[in-house]
């Protein structure tokens, strides 16, 4: 069971870090959108054309602006990178919990829900990755491209995808130590940052 913990806490992490380095690559892609885009404003006024008329539109001709597209690739990024966090998040319990109610709970109703929790988050989970690969499909199919960069939307659903089943993957996993530890009371999960140190 320890090494099968390993395996999936390796998985959860290197989609976190996945997920980590596209959303910096979005930030800084961000960013320099933003100053593109003010700075073609600038250009654009009429202190700038007075000023230096030349080199404002040399700045403009030479394609000062926003990154072509930077919309469409956030909002695919995005996407990806939220699936990315999701195994991390589900095998080390890192999601939000409201236990104003659980905490008047006897124990052994906490351990019980810990499973019907854990059970019920893995099936919505399997069932997100079964809905997106469909959607991936009918996309395949259908030849969709986006509106600017006219890359197939499929790229970004197989993007998502990929986090999608690894967190299924993790949900099962979880539920079924959530089990293994009500049925066994031998702790597996708890802290598995930390465990793994």
């Known amino acids: 069971m320890a090494g099968l913990h390993r395996i999936v806490l390796w998985l959860a992490r290197l989609m976190a870090l996945l997920g980590g380095a596209v959303l910096l690559v979005l930030v800084v892609m961000t960013c320099i959108s933003i100053v593109g885009r003010a700075l073609n404003s600038l250009m654009h006024t009429g202190v700038m054309t007075s000023l230096a008329p030349g080199f404002a539109t040399w700045a403009i001709e030479a394609g000062l602006g926003a990154i072509p597209g930077d919309f469409e690739l956030v909002e695919a990024g995005m996407a990806f990178c939220i699936f990315a966090f999701l195994p991390f998040c589900t ?79 993790v949900g099962v996993y979880v539920a079924g130590g959530r089990l293994y530890e009500l049925l066994t009371g031998r702790v597996i999960l708890t802290n598995a940052v930390g465990a793994d140190h």
């Not at 989970?125 to 960069?149: F, P, Y």
């Open 91 to 169: 095998v080390t319990g890192g999601h939000a919990s409201v236990d104003v109610f659980t905490n008047f709970l006897p124990r052994g109703a906490n351990k019980v829900l810990e499973v019907l929790i854990a059970t019920l988050f893995a099936a919505v989970l399997v069932l997100i990755a079964v809905q997106l690969n469909e959607g991936m499909a009918r996309k395949v199919s259908s030849g969709q491209t986006t509106l600017l960069l006219q890359f197939p939307v499929w790229w970004a659903y197989a993007a998502c995808l990929v986090g999608a089943v690894a967190s299924a993957a």
